[in-house]
């Protein structure tokens, strides 16, 4: 049964199914139901003193005074907790407290009823009068509870209405054997009342639960495919589409590619390249920041056995750098992240990549149907594959190892970058790199043909 499954839910999230009754018991003491009670209470407090006076009872007075510890209770709570906050920690001890102080009050009022002298009849007419009463103070003092664990109510339930009983035998034992049906009844009633609320309680807090853990791995799934920014604005109420720019700008792109990756041949050929990236997005989260929008790159795709990121768009860098120097000293740090899971993945053969980088025109873009991914497009992501591939053309193939060569070096990393790139750096990254004469050697850049240079960096 579905009530089984909700019990042991809250017996599975004891201490979060205990903390949510605790907060509920205090929105009972400081909200409406604590006021609207107490607020019954000088009511019944005001009738009893009317009755009595009407009666010339000489303790009508004192009957103005029967509730008021739960009635001051209830209005002081409030402060209280405010003053001292871990005063709501006991809230459900407060409210049982403020129950059995009405249970005390009632049978202060039959006191002050019961004091005179009365002949036969009066007293038949008083027992009456009242006799509705008991059976309404026990059921309303045991129906509510926080408990945790519904045996706990069920004798607090009963210790109430014992404890009721032998102040009311002390008082008038004629009362309480004429009335010890009513007693029974709302005994019975409270359990009754109880026991539905409690199961209320219960299946309440399993589909508060059970919706929050939906909505946190909801989100954590979420996270997985857009930006910490992005949910911020998405829980704000913003549409996807309005959580990454889409404008037209400029950026470097740059294509990651490793050399000859078909010939490797190993059982964690893909978990090595899952490292890598791994590595290279953490690169490019660093600094991210959501206002303004900034990291050390952006993060576009991954291609089997390519990676491919951009460097100041749709992600701003920090300025601190021309963009030029900003994405040679990424694609240095990625080298050296893509050497470092290199000798872990302890190859018998030497595994080396190669980066382009070129500068032109991006812009963002939201897939037009289906699964809204976000993607870039533009001159720059064209011509950065261009320029990576160089490296296969054979006559700056040639150049390139030759120069590997005078360094001595038979397996090697290759840097190649834009023109306009190379012009921007600042001089420390200029001396890394080594120019070729485009039309020297008879070959124009596809996709960029006002390049008359490129320039290559060898890495071990």
């Known amino acids: 049964m579905n009530f089984d499954k909700y019990s042991a839910y809250c017996k599975e999230h004891l201490d979060e199914f205990r903390n949510e009754l605790r907060d509920d018991a205090s929105r009972a003491l400081s909200n409406w139901p604590g006021k609207t009670a107490a607020l019954l209470l000088v009511a019944s407090s005001v009738f009893t003193w009317l009755s009595l006076r009407a009666a010339d009872n000489p303790l009508a007075n004192k009957a103005l ?27 459900r ?21 019961f004091a005179p002298d009365m002949n036969t009849v009066e007293r038949s007419d008083t027992f009456l009068a009242l006799s509705g009463q008991i059976n309404f103070v026990i059921l309303m003092t045991t129906a509510f509870s926080y408990h945790a664990s519904f045996a706990v109510t069920l004798s607090r339930n009963t210790v109430f209405t014992l404890l009721a009983a032998i102040l009311i ?22 359990i009754i009342v109880s026991w539905i609320f409690f199961r209320r309680i219960q299946t309440r807090f399993y589909y508060k639960s059970i919706d929050a853990d939906t909505r946190q791995h909801l989100y954590k ?23 990454m720019p889409v404008a037209k700008s ?18 964690r050929t893909q978990s090595f390249f899952l490292e890598i990236f791994r590595a290279f997005s953490q690169i490019c989260m660093m600094g991210y920041q959501h206002n303004p929008l900034q990291s050390r790159a952006f993060r576009l795709k991954e291609t089997g056995d390519g990676f491919i990121s951009a460097i100041g768009y749709p992600f701003l860098t920090d300025q601190k750098d021309t963009l030029a120097d900003h994405s040679v000293e990424t694609a240095l740090l990625m080298f050296r992240a893509f050497n470092t899971e290199v000798e872990k993945f ?18 963002g873009t939201f897939q037009s149907s289906g699964i809204r991914s976000y993607d870039l497009f533009g001159d720059a ?21 030759q120069q ?45 043909p006002d390049a008359r240079y490129v320039y290559f960096h060898i890495l071990e």
């Open 381 to 401: 992501l064209i011509q950065a594959y261009r320029y990576e591939e160089m490296r296969k053309n054979p006559m700056i193939s040639d150049i390139i190892r």
């Open 169 to 190: 035998y002390l008082i008038s034992p004629q009362y309480l054997s004429i009335n010890a049906m009513q007693f029974v009844q709302g005994y019975l009633g409270g």
């Open 346 to 363: 302890g190859y018998g053969y030497p595994i080396k990549a190669a980066m382009g980088l070129a500068y032109n025109s991006v812009q």
């Open 65 to 91: 005074l029967a509730y008021a510890f739960p009635i001051l209770l209830i209005f002081a709570y409030p402060w209280a907790s405010l003053i001292v906050s871990r005063l709501d920690k006991y809230s």
């Open 404 to 448: 590997a060569r005078q360094m001595g070096l038979t397996h090697y990393n290759i840097l190649i970058v834009q023109e306009v790139i190379f012009n921007s750096l600042c001089d420390r990254y200029k001396n890394l790199f080594h120019g070729i004469t485009l039309s020297e050697i008879g070959y124009p850049v596809p996709q960029d």
């Open 250 to 267: 400029e950026a470097i792109i740059n294509v990651f590619d490793v050399q000859n990756s078909s010939a490797i041949k190993h059982e």
């Open 93 to 113: 001890t407060v409210l049982d407290i403020f129950l059995l102080g009405i249970l005390f009050g009632f049978c202060q009022s039959l006191s002050y009823v």
């Open 221 to 243: 799934q979420l996270s997985k495919l857009v930006y910490p920014h992005q949910l911020a604005r998405i829980k704000a109420g913003d549409q996807l589409e309005e959580t």
